[in-house]
């Protein structure tokens, strides 16, 4: 059973003030109010409509947002059979039919999709500092970025970014007490 704290609170959208538990599990740290709501902020506008995947889902904080805002299709993978079970119960607590979970490992789930989406959530798990540079090249060899997409990254801020594809240009970026929060737009082609 989760406690009090196991709770994220939705910020907007339909489902607005929602609150959804989340069990204990190790690395399980979901993104703070704040910077989820400086995130749609930046995004404003771009949710609606929009096919997302969040790679790491946790407690699913990012993708219940973006699907609250009126994304059309959001993908969560998780890789933990319980944080799984507590995604698909939040699933259906919400009625979100347009929201897919997967229990997968997220590197070789975006290797092998035959999907590409417009918003992308990298917000992996701190403990392992090669899993953030691991994701990117997955989702670039996995073709799962659409140009124009926008991926959001988040990790310790003592951590540097990995290299990211010369078409990832970086729209904005932040800090919130320990956490680096960035934003970026994959270009179009060569002259964007």
């Not at 992308?120 to 997409?149: E, I, M, Q, T």
């Amino acid at each position: 059973m989760a406690s009090s704290a196991n709770q994220v609170r939705i910020i907007a959208g339909r489902w607005r003030g929602r609150k959804l538990t989340f069990p204990d599990a190790e690395g399980l740290r979901p993104s703070s109010d704040r910077v989820r709501e400086t995130l749609f902020n930046w995004l404003s506008g771009l949710a609606p409509g929009a096919c997302c995947l969040d790679m790491f889902a946790g407690s699913g904080a990012l993708g219940f947002e973006a699907a609250s805002r009126g994304a059309d299709c959001v993908v969560l993978l998780e890789r933990n059979p319980a944080v799984a079970e507590a995604l698909q119960a939040s699933r259906d607590q919400l009625d979100g039919v347009n929201i897919e979970v997967h229990c997968t490992d997220a590197l070789r789930w975006v290797q092998s999709c035959n999907a590409s989406f417009d918003l992308v959530f990298l917000d992996p798990p701190f403990s392992d500092s090669r899993l953030l540079a691991n994701s990117v090249a997955a989702l670039v060899a996995g073709h799962c970025v659409k140009p124009g997409a926008r991926i959001y990254l988040e990790l310790p801020k003592q951590t540097q970014l990995p290299a990211l594809p010369e078409d990832w240009i970086q729209e904005k970026a932040k800090v919130a007490g320990d956490v680096g929060y960035y934003l970026y737009r994959r270009k179009h082609d060569a002259r964007d």
